[in-house]
């Protein structure tokens, strides 16, 4: 049966899923949900998914939604190449630098909070793009702290070994230059980053590279 990830080339919740896929050498295709059009809000697409936010896995009949949560799945239904260790400290590190981006950052600064700054409080483009770095600067210094506390991290967060919370912290300084957000208090991230999109099969889930990206 097949697998088929509903993304858009701009999401990097999408990116995360899209990356891990490609990484363990799934076979999958990708539905564009545009979100620029609205597709999100579609009767079809409400019925996969009634909150109209991507990613969204489709897996034998099965729907899963919310980026961790499809990680995870993946690595469980996929287990060549672990994104989680089996030590219960470990994986609680890495799902708690996950969620700095996932579930803190990443939420405020998505098109439809920006699409809401600039309808009810009349936010300019530069007004959106203020805030959006704004929270993904305070993001990316967090992390960046977290990293050098924990002094657990070799060429990825931990060790050596690529694992969910490098797709996360991908995901995320992706975005930060996108937006161009400030990036230079942040060397020890922007390191791990730049060795996870080195790996071939991370490269090329880049959102820049998808069908609808702007040529750069």
């Not at 998914?49 to 961790?68: A, D, F, M």
């Not at 993001?139 to 002094?151: D, F, M, N, V, Y």
Request: charged share 20%; with cysteine; net charge neutral.
């Amino acid at each position: 049966m097949t697998t088929t990830l509903y993304g858009y080339w701009r999401s990097l919740a999408a990116f995360r899923v899209r990356a891990a896929l490609n990484y363990k050498e799934v076979s999958f295709t990708e539905k564009i949900i545009d979100l620029s059009q609205g597709d999100q809000f579609s009767a079809s697409y409400h019925e996969l998914n009634p909150q109209h936010v991507i990613p969204l896995l489709e897996h034998q009949g099965k729907k899963i939604t919310q980026s961790l949560a499809i990680l995870e799945y993946i690595d469980q239904v996929w287990p060549t190449k672990p994104l989680l260790p089996k030590d219960p400290y470990e994986q609680a590190y890495l799902r708690s630098i996950s969620q700095i981006t996932i579930a803190d950052t990443h939420p405020l600064v998505v098109p439809r909070v920006r699409n809401f700054l600039g309808k009810t409080y009349h936010q300019d483009e530069a007004g959106q793009t203020a805030w959006a770095q704004h929270w993904l600067n305070l993001g990316s210094l967090a992390i960046e702290e977290r990293l050098l506390g924990e002094k657990l991290y070799g060429q990825f967060c931990l060790g050596d070994t690529l694992s969910l919370a490098d797709l996360a912290l991908a995901s995320h300084v992706v975005g930060a230059r996108i937006f161009k957000a400030d990036l230079s208090h942040c060397p020890t991230l922007i390191r791990i980053v730049d060795r996870v999109l080195e790996i071939p099969s991370i490269g090329m889930s880049h959102p820049l590279k998808q069908p609808g990206a702007p040529k750069m």
